[in-house]
Every structure is written in structure tokens, then in C-alpha cells.
């Protein structure tokens, strides 16, 4: 897994700040050539396609409880609708828009550029409408496009060292594809699969919350062997987490699972490969089942403090997750003007939730928060610490000033001033890599993805908005006067507009584009 060199590494040559931008490694590459543009969506036009339900309702419990870590107790049982619901509210297709040139999609989860790197397949056990066996997700037709006949829950437990997934009702393998970021980030756009990932594992979370499903996030794993069962080639597409959904039940299967053999249709005319975004994802892989024991063990000691529970708000509405999920979308304008403080204090909250991941101990986080406040009621604007559950204060100014400083921080985008406040979430990578070697880096992108997508959520949940952004790194880490380096940025705010909520399995909203 390496001692963490490698990312050092990729983390300095990829990273913004005082007027530097991340080094380009590849002559000749071209970001955003419309000619050799990647597929929005993976398929494998030689597999077939069982169709999941479409009528989804939504029903689960208020999205205010799932997200504060109240929903029901009681474990759900698994069947073809629910996992339809897990799939579809996190990576299924909610909006659409045709373009000049082309259908641009958008999904439920949040996604840099709307690209999308993350591909999601499922190994389940037999269920009323599915048989046992290996699938992969496919959004544009909301299907699943069968790899193997047999029942793959033995292997996959084997190589995710979970031994109680060979008997649950399914695990959801989350892969990503470098080249869908990249195309337009360049070597960046490693970074954006895991903030993706986390995103999409938010809305997992929040869902399976609302219906007393038990999930548990798995980022410690043998990759080669994963890969393999999977048939994909650790580079080109690799695995970024595991879910293991429910609780097992009954005897695990004994019989083998072979690799698919079926054939992926060609991701773009040219797809790149990036040599430093392979160095460091190979730089993290872990090759047995005692390395990866070992990696889970390694997590550092004085990790910051994370409730796996916190107060809902008084003014939240009983409104589904589901809904919620369907309003969500990035919030492109803002209003200036002052936000109630629960949009800070129970978003805020909401986002530093423990992460229920092998790799992130109970009670802790990997993640450090520091916030630029510009018009919270009840707050004086200014930089600001979130420590143990509230905010304290690092340094107050005019708004003015407060709103000029997350502008530049964020590259100049008028959003992180335009926001109500703007979120930046660090990591200590000193301790972090010291602890968990080169593929800790990927826990700290992963986790600061999910933090990113609770917080809209949170934010959508009291009527408001938020989005992510770019940074720069270097001056982040100057401005709030820490050592720890910043992972992702989300801003909170006022909408300037109304957005169309999204639409059900098969009929998403049409939006003017």
C-alpha cells in the first residue's frame, strides 16, 4: 500500500494556490475534445438486461430523520424494490436536457462537470424478480445487465474480507473511471472519482437510513481480486468502495463464480491513460487478505470526534429522502442574504456524521472543517473553526471581506462568495498517510465526498441549496491557518432560482438547456 510517497506526491502536482495550477504530464493532451468525448454511461451490448421496477413512490421516512441518524430500527428486508430505490437515488438518471450536439444526463447524486466517473454493480443473492448473481447497473435503461449466472457473494466476501457479505442479500461495488474526469481535469480528475463515490454513498446511506437497512461501507479490500471478478483492469476502471447492504441470513453458497467474459463497448474513440493517476492508485492497492486486516487496523491515533447521531431540526418538514433526493440539484446562483442558523449548525452536523467505513474508527473522522461564514443569523462573519459539534472562531471581518477571501479561495468562482457559507473540508495527510500509507489519501477524498453530498442534502432538506466547488489548496490551508490540506469545497446557500425537481425510473424532467 506504499508509505504514502506517492501521494504526496500526486496530491503536489495536482493541487492550485498561489498562482500555480496543477502541471499537465501528457504532451499533446487536449481536455474537453468533443471527438474523443467519453460515454456517459458503461454497457455490454452482448449482455442481458433485467429490467428493475419503475413505480417508486417516495416513502421512506423523513429525510430530516435519515439524515440526523434517526430513521427506523428495524432492518428491512431486501427485495427487487428496494434495491431498485438504493440504485436509483443515488446513481439513476433523474434529469435530462438535449443539447446541439447531444443528450446531457443528470443523475441523483452530485458530479464535478456532470461526468460521472462511477459505475456501480451488484452481487446478490436470489430475491422475488432476480436471480443470484452478478450485474452491473445500467442508468439509461434502469436495468441490470447480467455478468455471471452464479451467485458471486462468496467471492466478492472473500476479496472484501468481510465474510458475513457471502450470506446478506447483496453487496454494490463501486468502480471508477478515470478517463470521464480526466477528459476535462487531466491528472485532477483522480480526485473527482472519489469525491464522486462519496457523493453517490451519501445518497446510499441517507436511503438506506430511511428504511432501517443496514449498510456498511467497505474501502479496505484485495483490489487484483476484486477487479478480476469483475473483469475489469485496475486502471482503466478500478475499485473505490464496497457496500455491504443488510444482514446476512441462512448459509452462505459454496459454488464458484467465474469472471464475465462478456466484452464493455469502447469508452471513447481514444481513451488516455494518465501514468500518474495509475502510479497512485496502484501505489495504494492492497494484494491479501492480511495486508488488508493489517491496513484496517492502521488508523491513527487523535482523529477528530464524529457523532453517529445528532438533533434533527425543529423546522424541517416530513418530507421523504426520496423527494428530497429529486429537488436536489447543483445550485448555480445564489442570493445573497441572511440563512437561518439551523442551515449552518444542523448542516454542519449532518456532514461530519461518522461514516459507517472499516477504515474510519467509531466515533472518529478523518476530516477537519473550516468554515468562511458570510450571513448566518446569529453569527459574525468570518473564518471559523468546526470543532466538536460547533463552530468556533478563528478570525471575524466585514461580510465584504469575508465574501472577497471565499472567492478567491475558490478560484474566483462567485459562488463561494455568494453563499450563505462555504465549507472547506481538510484532512491532516501528515497523519493520515502515516497511518494508512499511499491508499489513505483515498479514504480522505472518499470521506470528504460523502461530507460534500450530506451537506446538500441537509441544505436541500430546509428548502435552501448548495454545490461543490474547486479550490485553491495551497491558500486554504493559509487562510485558516492549518496544517491540514484542504480535500473538497461545498458552498451553502440561498437559491436564486427554483429548480425542477427531478423524475421518476424512465422519465426524467426535461430541462431547457
Same mark, same amino acid.
Given at each position: 500500500m506504499g508509505g504514502g510517497e506517492v501521494a504526496r506526491l500526486f496530491h503536489d502536482e495536482t493541487s492550485f494556490g498561489s498562482g500555480r495550477r496543477p502541471r499537465r504530464s501528457l504532451p499533446g493532451f487536449v481536455p474537453m475534445d468533443p471527438r474523443n468525448r467519453p460515454r456517459p454511461f458503461k454497457r455490454y451490448p452482448g449482455a442481458r438486461v433485467r429490467g428493475l421496477p419503475t413505480e417508486l413512490p417516495p416513502r421512506g421516512a423523513p429525510?430530516?430523520? %435519515?439524515?440526523? &441518524?434517526r430513521g427506523p430500527l428495524a432492518d428491512a428486508t431486501v427485495d427487487l424494490e428496494l434495491l431498485a430505490r438504493l440504485l436509483f437515488f443515488s446513481a439513476g438518471v433523474t434529469r435530462m436536457a438535449e443539447g446541439m450536439e447531444q443528450t446531457v444526463w443528470f443523475r441523483a447524486a452530485p458530479s464535478a462537470g456532470n461526468l460521472h466517473p462511477v459505475e456501480v454493480y451488484v452481487a446478490?443473492? %436470489?430475491?422475488? &424478480?432476480? *436471480?443470484?448473481?452478478?450485474?452491473?447497473?445500467?442508468? *439509461?435503461? !434502469?436495468?441490470l445487465e447480467e455478468l455471471s449466472e452464479a451467485d458471486c457473494r462468496p467471492a466478492v466476501a472473500d476479496a472484501v474480507v468481510v465474510p458475513e457479505a457471502a450470506a446478506g442479500p447483496l453487496v454494490l461495488l463501486l468502480t471508477g473511471i478515470p478517463w470521464r474526469t480526466a477528459w476535462k481535469y487531466g491528472e485532477r480528475g483522480w480526485r473527482h472519482v472519489y469525491w464522486d463515490a462519496g457523493a453517490v454513498v451519501a445518497n446510499l446511506l441517507a436511503v438506506a437510513? %430511511?428504511?432501517?437497512? $443496514?449498510? /456498511?461501507?467497505? #474501502? &479496505?479490500?484485495?483490489?487484483?481480486?476484486?477487479? /478480476?471478478?469483475?473483469?475489469?483492469d485496475g486502471a482503466a476502471e478500478f475499485l473505490v468502495a464496497a457496500?455491504?447492504?443488510?444482514?446476512?441470513?441462512?448459509?452462505?453458497v459454496t459454488a464458484g463464480c467465474e469472471p464475465p467474459h462478456l466484452t464493455a463497448a469502447p469508452l471513447s474513440p481514444a481513451p488516455v491513460e494518465f501514468p500518474l493517476i495509475t502510479r497512485v492508485q496502484r501505489a495504494g492497492d492492497l494484494a491479501t487478505a492480511e495486508e488488508v486486516a493489517a491496513w484496517r487496523a492502521a488508523a491513527p491515533a487523535g482523529l477528530p470526534r464524529a457523532d453517529n447521531v445528532v438533533d434533527q431540526p425543529a423546522v424541517a418538514r416530513d418530507e421523504p429522502v426520496e423527494s428530497v433526493i429529486l429537488r436536489r440539484g447543483s445550485t448555480r446562483r445564489m442570493r445573497r442574504g441572511v440563512a437561518p442558523a439551523e442551515l449552518l449548525h444542523w448542516g454542519m452536523a449532518v456532514a461530519t456524521r461518522h461514516v459507517p467505513a472499516d477504515a474510519i474508527p467509531a466515533g472518529a473522522t478523518l476530516l477537519s472543517h473550516e468554515l468562511a461564514?458570510?450571513?448566518? $443569523?446569529?453569527?459574525?462573519?468570518?473564518?471559523?473553526h468546526w470543532v466538536d459539534g460547533r463552530a468556533e472562531p478563528y478570525r471575524t471581518a466585514a461580510e465584504a471581506a469575508v465574501r472577497r477571501l471565499s /472567492?478567491? #479561495?475558490? #478560484?474566483?468562482?462567485?459562488?463561494?462568495?455568494?453563499?450563505?457559507?462555504?465549507? !472547506?473540508?481538510?484532512?491532516d495527510l501528515d497523519r493520515v498517510l502515516d497511518g494508512y500509507g499511499d491508499r489513505g489519501y483515498r479514504v480522505a477524498q472518499f470521506e470528504a465526498g460523502v461530507a460534500a453530498g $450530506?451537506?446538500?442534502?441537509? %441544505?436541500f432538506t430546509l428548502g435552501h441549496g448548495g454545490t461543490g466547488l474547486t479550490f485553491s489548496d495551497e491558500d486554504v490551508s493559509a487562510a485558516f491557518g492549518t496544517r491540514a490540506a484542504c480535500m473538497l469545497v461545498t458552498s451553502i446557500g440561498i437559491p436564486a432560482y427554483r429548480a425542477k425537481p427531478g423524475g421518476p425510473p424512465g422519465r426524467p424532467t426535461r430541462l431547457g438547456y
Amino acid at each position: 500500500m506504499g508509505g504514502g510517497e506517492v501521494a504526496r506526491l500526486f496530491h503536489d502536482e495536482t493541487s492550485f494556490g498561489s498562482g500555480r495550477r496543477p502541471r499537465r504530464s501528457l504532451p499533446g493532451f487536449v481536455p474537453m475534445d468533443p471527438r474523443n468525448r467519453p460515454r456517459p454511461f458503461k454497457r455490454y451490448p452482448g449482455a442481458r438486461v433485467r429490467g428493475l421496477p419503475t413505480e417508486l413512490p417516495p416513502r421512506g421516512a423523513p429525510a430530516a430523520a %435519515a439524515l440526523s &441518524g434517526r430513521g427506523p430500527l428495524a432492518d428491512a428486508t431486501v427485495d427487487l424494490e428496494l434495491l431498485a430505490r438504493l440504485l436509483f437515488f443515488s446513481a439513476g438518471v433523474t434529469r435530462m436536457a438535449e443539447g446541439m450536439e447531444q443528450t446531457v444526463w443528470f443523475r441523483a447524486a452530485p458530479s464535478a462537470g456532470n461526468l460521472h466517473p462511477v459505475e456501480v454493480y451488484v452481487a446478490a443473492g %436470489a430475491m422475488a &424478480g432476480l *436471480d443470484a448473481g452478478l450485474y452491473h447497473f445500467a442508468p *439509461d435503461v !434502469f436495468g441490470l445487465e447480467e455478468l455471471s449466472e452464479a451467485d458471486c457473494r462468496p467471492a466478492v466476501a472473500d476479496a472484501v474480507v468481510v465474510p458475513e457479505a457471502a450470506a446478506g442479500p447483496l453487496v454494490l461495488l463501486l468502480t471508477g473511471i478515470p478517463w470521464r474526469t480526466a477528459w476535462k481535469y487531466g491528472e485532477r480528475g483522480w480526485r473527482h472519482v472519489y469525491w464522486d463515490a462519496g457523493a453517490v454513498v451519501a445518497n446510499l446511506l441517507a436511503v438506506a437510513g %430511511a428504511y432501517g437497512l $443496514r449498510a /456498511r461501507v467497505v #474501502l &479496505g479490500f484485495v483490489d487484483s481480486a476484486l477487479c /478480476r471478478q469483475l473483469g475489469i483492469d485496475g486502471a482503466a476502471e478500478f475499485l473505490v468502495a464496497a457496500i455491504v447492504v443488510g444482514e446476512p441470513s441462512g448459509q452462505a453458497v459454496t459454488a464458484g463464480c467465474e469472471p464475465p467474459h462478456l466484452t464493455a463497448a469502447p469508452l471513447s474513440p481514444a481513451p488516455v491513460e494518465f501514468p500518474l493517476i495509475t502510479r497512485v492508485q496502484r501505489a495504494g492497492d492492497l494484494a491479501t487478505a492480511e495486508e488488508v486486516a493489517a491496513w484496517r487496523a492502521a488508523a491513527p491515533a487523535g482523529l477528530p470526534r464524529a457523532d453517529n447521531v445528532v438533533d434533527q431540526p425543529a423546522v424541517a418538514r416530513d418530507e421523504p429522502v426520496e423527494s428530497v433526493i429529486l429537488r436536489r440539484g447543483s445550485t448555480r446562483r445564489m442570493r445573497r442574504g441572511v440563512a437561518p442558523a439551523e442551515l449552518l449548525h444542523w448542516g454542519m452536523a449532518v456532514a461530519t456524521r461518522h461514516v459507517p467505513a472499516d477504515a474510519i474508527p467509531a466515533g472518529a473522522t478523518l476530516l477537519s472543517h473550516e468554515l468562511a461564514v458570510h450571513a448566518v $443569523r446569529g453569527m459574525e462573519p468570518g473564518l471559523y473553526h468546526w470543532v466538536d459539534g460547533r463552530a468556533e472562531p478563528y478570525r471575524t471581518a466585514a461580510e465584504a471581506a469575508v465574501r472577497r477571501l471565499s /472567492r478567491h #479561495l475558490c #478560484l474566483d468562482q462567485p459562488l463561494g462568495g455568494d453563499s450563505a457559507y462555504t465549507d !472547506f473540508a481538510c484532512a491532516d495527510l501528515d497523519r493520515v498517510l502515516d497511518g494508512y500509507g499511499d491508499r489513505g489519501y483515498r479514504v480522505a477524498q472518499f470521506e470528504a465526498g460523502v461530507a460534500a453530498g $450530506r451537506l446538500q442534502l441537509a %441544505a436541500f432538506t430546509l428548502g435552501h441549496g448548495g454545490t461543490g466547488l474547486t479550490f485553491s489548496d495551497e491558500d486554504v490551508s493559509a487562510a485558516f491557518g492549518t496544517r491540514a490540506a484542504c480535500m473538497l469545497v461545498t458552498s451553502i446557500g440561498i437559491p436564486a432560482y427554483r429548480a425542477k425537481p427531478g423524475g421518476p425510473p424512465g422519465r426524467p424532467t426535461r430541462l431547457g438547456y
